[in-house]
């Protein structure tokens, strides 16, 4: 692949979101976070998509 760099960025924001996840003191808090993890999940799958549409 040769997005290497923009999967690392990705990797840094999923870290930080799990981090938020686990310290998160109220379950709307969680369900926040837990859609921004999917939103980002699907960013990085079309990243995925694309990459494999261009070989």
């Known amino acids: ?4 760099s ?3 960025s ?12 686990q310290a998160a003191e109220s379950d709307t808090e969680c369900r926040e976070i837990a859609l921004e993890m999917g939103k980002l999940d699907g960013r ?3 990243e995925i ?5 261009d070989e």
């Open 6 to 8: 923009s999967s690392g």
């Open 1 to 4: 692949m040769t997005s290497d």
């Open 49 to 53: 998509y694309a990459a494999l549409e």
């Open 10 to 21: 990705v990797d840094d924001e999923v870290r930080q979101l799990y981090e938020r996840y």
């Open 44 to 46: 990085r799958h079309a």
